[in-house]
């Protein structure tokens, strides 16, 4: 039998980012072996270690190989070695926001599932967490993170200027897609801003309001970022589909991963474009770099939304979610999961596990 055969880039950049992301590979062809899929991997630079390579965070070669790929496998991108550069040139904003708004990856999509078998995990009461499974919908490509920076000297010191835009079209069209996949999960979307303090939560409040009229089998209720953060907490499963602006979504996904145990756990796709980025949420973890402590299970999971969202293989994603929740309710857990009575495994062996179950 002919495989489907796809191009995926691979920027392992940083840190933990060079021992994830082999583990995702490794599901993946395991994967691929089952459901006849062939993936040719091409390896490239991206952050601090291009930086130390060639003198750039994103070189033009990184790229070029990620536009002529089907989609892109990232691990993680910073660390202590590259602080003292300049804001600017630090690997964070000198690869990771440009690589997203060269490939137009404008929609952060983050799925925060409590499995049964990490209720223990988590530092919240049972009763709050169990059933939770929520999706985030954050915009990627504005707000904070693009507008103009600026420092100057005043009398007293100095004064730093950031710029927070939005338009109509960045906010219709992360909406739009909030919309689309509430339609296919319980009906609800939750967009949150801060409409009562700026003018950009205005214009993304009342361009909600407006497109909700398309979606009239939604339900659609608005909430200030400070009441969703304490909401995340209080009762995490009245959110279905969270909708928010790009500090706020970051901000919001980090706490939400606390719900599911670990950030170790939290996967995510960049959507937008033609090409589309797959990472886990968390950082480059310099701290344990090169110890094989590190969870791959964020990635492993980032590849499954790689299989369901870019190639739509949507039998070999589901195979590789099963086979995730099938090691862990075997009680096997990395470091950052570990709870009295569960199986330490390092992070090759919890790879190891998950490709096992797919043969």
């Known amino acids: 039998m002919n495989k489907t055969v796809y191009q995926i880039a691979v920027l392992p950049g940083d840190g933990i980012g060079v021992e994830i992301v082999p583990e995702a590979i490794k599901v993946l062809k395991q994967a691929g072996e089952r459901y006849h899929l062939e993936f040719k991997f091409t390896e490239a630079l991206i952050g601090g270690v ?14 070029e190989i990620c536009r002529n790929s089907d989609a892109v496998l990232l691990g993680a991108i910073g660390g202590p070695k590259w602080d003292q550069l300049p804001a600017q040139e630090r690997p964070e904003a000198a690869a990771l926001l440009p690589l997203r708004k060269a490939l137009g990856l404008f929609a952060n999509l983050r799925p925060v599932t409590v499995y049964p078998a990490l209720i223990g995990a988590s530092t919240l009461k049972p009763d709050i967490i169990e059933g939770v499974d929520l ?8 707000g904070l993170y693009f507008g103009n920076k600026a420092r100057r000297p005043i009398e007293s010191g100095e004064e730093a200027i950031d710029t927070l835009i939005y338009t109509t079209p960045e906010i219709e069209r992360i909406t739009r897609l909030a919309f689309e996949a509430a339609r296919k999960r319980r009906k609800k979307v939750t967009s949150i801003d801060k409409a009562n303090v700026l003018e950009s939560s205005r214009l993304w409040r009342e361009t ?16 200030y970022v400070d009441n969703c953060a304490m909401q995340l907490i209080r009762y995490p ?20 991963s606390m719900l599911t145990g670990s950030i170790g756990m939290l996967a995510s796709a960049s959507l937008g474009g033609q090409v589309a980025l797959y990472e886990p949420a968390h ?53 950052d999961l570990m709870e009295p009575g569960m199986k330490a495994v390092n992070m090759e062996e919890m790879g190891d596990l998950v490709a096992q179950k797919l043969v």
């Open 237 to 256: 499963k009245q959110f279905d589909v969270i909708l928010t602006e790009n500090m706020f979504g970051d901000i919001l996904t980090d706490e939400a």
């Open 208 to 223: 909600v309001i407006r497109l909700s009229a398309d979606y009239p089998d939604i339900e659609l209720e608005h909430m």
């Open 283 to 335: 950082g480059s973890a310099p701290d344990i770099a090169g110890q094989k402590k590190a969870n791959p299970l964020a990635t492993i999971l980032s590849a499954a939304m790689m299989l369901r969202y870019s190639f739509n293989q949507e039998s070999a994603a589901q195979a590789i979610e099963k086979a995730v929740v099938s090691v862990l309710d075997e009680k096997y857990r990395t470091g």
């Open 50 to 63: 291009a930086i130390d390579a060639v003198g750039k965070a994103l070189p033009e070669e990184t790229l």
């Open 135 to 142: 999706i985030v919908f954050r915009e990627l490509t504005g």
